[in-house]
């Protein structure tokens, strides 16, 4: 069964760190490019990195340089390690294929950052 779980957000003020955590169950996640995405209250859920199953990392232009996607070649866990956040970075963070048709959303970890 399909499966994805997201840990490891939390409460930060700006300038400071987290490291997420995307555990997958099924193969479909380990052949596929696989993505973290965010979603702000009020906003529309939007892409933030992206990672090849080879390992080529890709970022929006937001949080490019300041965010650091990685995983081990055919394995779960997917990281998103995340520094210098900003107020702007807060919101709910899901990972899943990039393309769709994509399995069901996790519950997402939320990220909150203060100014």
């Known amino acids: 069964q399909e499966q994805l779980v997201e840990s490891g957000g939390g409460s930060v003020q700006a300038g400071g760190s987290l490291k997420l955590t995307c555990t997958t169950s099924g193969v479909v996640f380990k052949i596929h490019t696989m993505a973290w995405f965010r979603q702000a209250p009020g906003n529309q859920r939007e892409l933030v990195a992206t990672i090849t199953r080879g390992g080529i990392a890709d970022y929006s232009d937001s949080v490019r340089g300041r965010f650091t996607i990685s995983r081990d070649a055919d394995r779960s866990p997917i990281y998103l390690e995340m520094n210098s956040l900003k107020p702007e970075d807060t919101g709910i963070y899901y990972c899943?294929?990039?393309?769709?048709?994509?399995?069901?959303w996790g519950q997402g970890t939320q990220v909150t950052v203060s100014p």
């Open positions: 899943n294929l990039e393309t769709t048709p994509r399995p069901s």
